[in-house]
């Protein structure tokens, strides 16, 4: 894994760390302490969780290092972290349909929105 990309990692580990992503973060957290216990060991993610809450710039580096001798854990963290910037979004808004919604009109989920959204001629 290139090394350029400890800043977007650090990003998406701030916000799964700190709780701005509420329960997505959580769950975000849980599955890279997951894949970095199976892949070195259980002490790991302990080490992780004190280091991250402080520092997650340093924690990232810590996993890009581990990730460039190890091919196989680089693609399932480059995997994570595509998957969890999508989801958790740092510094933005998530926007969920839950597992039993009923929708009975138009839904738009959107990020950033620069112009207009026009949705005449759906009824």
């Known amino acids: 894994m290139d090394p350029s990309i ?3 990692l650090a990003a998406v580990i701030s916000a799964a ?3 701005a992503a509420g329960e997505a973060g959580k769950s975000a957290w849980a599955t890279l302490t997951a894949l ?4 070195f060991g259980d002490d790991t993610p302990a080490e992780l969780e004190a280091q991250a809450a402080h520092d997650p710039r ?6 890009i290092s581990r990730a460039q001798g190890d091919p196989e854990f680089g693609t399932a963290l480059a ?4 998957h969890t910037a999508r989801t958790i979004r ?10 039993n919604a009923e929708i009975t009109g138009t839904v738009v989920q959107a ?13």
């Open 111 to 123: 990020g950033d929105v620069h112009g207009s959204i026009n949705l005449r001629g759906r009824r």
């Open 6 to 8: 400890i800043p977007a």
């Open 90 to 99: 740092p510094g933005g808004v998530t926007n969920v349909i839950g597992d």
């Open 36 to 39: 970095v216990r199976r892949r």
């Open 17 to 19: 760390v700190g709780g």
């Open 58 to 63: 340093e924690i990232a580096g810590i996993l």
């Open 79 to 82: 995997e994570w972290m595509a």
